[in-house]
């Protein structure tokens, strides 16, 4: 032991700052193959601990305890060392190669919990198993190990996986800051299943526009999600309830919209800007409600089409796509916006639409502006200056 400590001292005198890279690298190496022998040494000692029951002796009520409290660390960090110690005692061969420095303690880890899944099957397995921890990245282990575990032992591997399906859980939860909270944990192929739709989202979007993405790949997953429920919400497949489509319903004064003084309202989500209800009015399906003393419904309208199908399409093929300077985002992720708003008088023509995808349709009702010059919309900064189409489609 006393050599031990003469030698980490010296370890300790070295100036690294004049150590060549390659250098510093070999010396990590070499205390990390340190590490995992010192790493080996306690849990043979830990195990030991068990075995004589030393912690009674200080009335400690396990090992775990005991160990915490005299080297001063976290309960769970000792209760995980004397875990490993006594599962090592049960893999001979592993203990001997993380000793030898062969694996990683995260290594010994993984092994440990596969031989806790199939302990019978793992004493057959040991060798196979510790040469996949020898060779292979942790992630890859992992994977190797639970495929092994599945194979292993079929009636557990049959039980837990209905054990997480019976987790499942999705929770929506509208706050009071106007954001929707959602959570939740899906089973291996639903989760499977969100992963590869969002992806496959993100993917057609990202081919589909050449201008580099402001936004952050989380704010894009997020964004990715609406888009996929707003095509299923749109498509014909899903099915009707009481005879009518689900559908997002968002309500506004119809004074209030003109002079942009009231709120509009989402169902379930809460009070909405005015500008928000304007650029979702832009493109939707109307219900008028006639109402007496502001609440009582009196007389309800037929629900009608701001822009008929007909006109969508038709924009669909002279836009062919979102105009905003550079954007060509897809007319299925576009918008018809109404270049001076319907609520304000203007006409639901050609000559008063033009597609916008998501994003640039909340832009534009966001303080950038758009007009149409010689039947081609000209988009503009906050500021007034014109922003130039470096390409305009011919017409
Ligand atoms: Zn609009
Ligand atoms: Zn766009």
Redesign the pocket.
């Known amino acids: 032991m006393s050599t031990l400590r003469s030698a980490l001292d010296e370890l300790r005198m070295d100036d690294l700052s004049s150590l060549p890279s390659q250098a510093l690298a070999a010396r990590l190496d070499e205390i990390e193959h340190a590490g995992r022998v010192l790493e080996a040494e306690r849990a043979r000692g830990l195990a030991e601990v068990e075995r004589r029951r030393m912690f009674a002796v200080d009335g400690h009520l396990s090992s775990a305890a005991w160990l915490a409290h005299r080297h001063g660390v976290s309960r769970s960090v000792a209760e995980g060392a004397v875990r490993r110690a006594l599962a090592l005692e049960q893999m001979p061969g592993v203990a001997r190669a993380f000793g030898d420095g062969e694996v990683s303690a995260s290594a010994v880890g993984v092994l440990a919990a596969a031989r806790e899944a199939a302990p019978e099957a793992f004493v057959r397995s040991e060798e196979g198993l510790l040469d996949a921890a020898r060779t292979m990245g942790l992630a890859e282990l992992r994977a190797t190990t639970d495929a092994w575990r599945i194979a292993a032992d079929r009636e557990r591997a049959l039980q837990e996986e209905d054990r997480r399906h019976e987790r499942r859980r999705l929770d929506l939860c509208p706050d009071l800051s106007g954001m929707t909270r959602v959570s939740g944990e899906l089973d291996a192929e639903d989760g499977q299943v969100l992963i590869s739709a969002i992806r496959a989202q993100m993917d057609a979007e990202t081919r589909s526009?050449s201008r580099p993405d402001a936004r952050t790949p989380t704010q894009r997953r997020a964004d990715a999600l609406g888009e996929i429920c707003r095509a299923w919400l749109g498509s014909f497949a899903r099915p009707s309830i009481g005879g009518e489509r689900p559908h997002v319903v968002v309500t506004i004064d119809a004074d209030a919209l003109l002079d942009r003084s009231g709120a509009g309202r989402l169902e379930d989500t809460g009070p909405i800007t005015p500008e928000a209800a304007l650029r979702l009015a832009c493109d939707a399906d109307l219900t008028r409600v006639i109402t007496q003393g502001g609440s009582q419904p009196l007389e309800l309208g037929r629900r009608t089409k701001v822009v008929p199908p007909g006109l969508r399409r038709a924009i669909s093929v002279r836009d062919r796509?979102?105009?905003?300077p550079g954007?060509?985002?897809p007319p299925g992720w576009?918008d018809c916006h109404h270049v001076r708003h319907w609520a304000d008088g203007g006409e639901t023509s050609a000559s008063n639409l033009v597609l916008?995808?998501?994003?640039?349709?909340r832009t534009i009702h966001r303080g950038f502006g758009v007009q149409m010059v010689d039947g081609r919309p000209v988009f503009s900064r906050p500021d007034g200056s014109v922003i130039q189409d470096r390409a305009p489609p011919p017409t």
Do not use: A, N
């Open positions: 526009s796509g979102c105009r905003f954007c060509g985002r576009c916008l995808c998501r994003p640039h349709h």
